[in-house]
């Protein structure tokens, strides 16, 4: 029950801060892309821009928020609460993924997904959408400003978007089993790409440790230490 409450309070946070408005924003300006393109590219566009941005959400905005927390407090009153640091990680990644599915879903039925496809594209929204919130807790937990977090945050953008830019210029190989191609391969709707389920279970799992681990000293400094 704690995690719902912190969900949903996460929710009125984003909703307060304009979260929610901004994506309905961007969701109506990447429907008129879509709707100005024809009808046999619509597909493969969505599934781009879905990887590109509701997907990849978490890492853009996550340093933000904490670091809006940090400025106001909160953190520091969730550090000397009972709330431990996974419900505070599962709340902040849930949150994120609900708004990167609802607009996953606007833009893959008005680009004409069948149910399967939905279905893949979906999950390839929460894998991404996890995987990314996993990181921008990691790289925002050690820094203290916004510029800060942007510096951090260019290299893991790098080493997240250059593999699967290379797969779509027809690289293929190992390449096709690096964690964010596979989030690209579900939205594009790849045969075959439950292959890569073990090596997406394997990576959220290991993400979510690092995350908790630097979160875990972030929150010590806030004076989460138990004695």
């Avoid at 893959?108 to 893949?120: I, K």
């Avoid at 937990?141 to 699967?164: A, D, H, K």
């Amino acid at each position: 029950m704690r995690i719902l409450r912190l969900t949903a309070g996460d929710i009125r946070f984003q909703m307060t801060y304009g979260f929610w408005f901004l994506y309905a924003a961007l969701t109506l300006i990447y429907l008129l892309l879509l709707s100005a393109l024809p009808a046999a590219w619509r597909s493969e566009a969505a599934a781009l821009l879905i990887f590109s941005d509701p997907a990849a959400m978490g890492l853009f905005f996550m340093g933000a928020c904490i670091l809006l927390e940090k400025s106001q407090r909160v953190l520091q009153v969730l550090a000397l609460s009972p709330v431990q640091i996974w419900e505070y990680m599962m709340a902040k990644a849930v949150s994120f993924a609900l708004i990167s599915l609802a607009v996953a879903a606007v833009l893959a039925c008005f680009a004409g997904f069948g149910p399967q496809r939905l279905a893949w594209a979906l999950a390839g929204t929460l894998y991404g959408s996890l995987m990314f919130s996993f990181l921008g807790m990691a790289a925002a937990s050690g820094i203290n400003s916004l510029n800060q977090y942007l510096l951090v945050t260019v290299p893991i953008e790098m080493i997240c978007f250059v593999p699967p830019v290379l797969y779509l210029l027809g690289i293929k190989g190992p390449i096709a089993f690096f964690p964010t191609v596979i989030c690209l391969k579900m939205l594009l709707g790849t045969k075959a790409v439950w292959y890569g389920l073990p090596v997406s279970v394997l990576t959220l799992l290991l993400l979510a440790g690092f995350a908790w681990l630097r979160m875990k000293k972030m929150w010590s400094r806030l004076g989460g230490v138990k004695l």
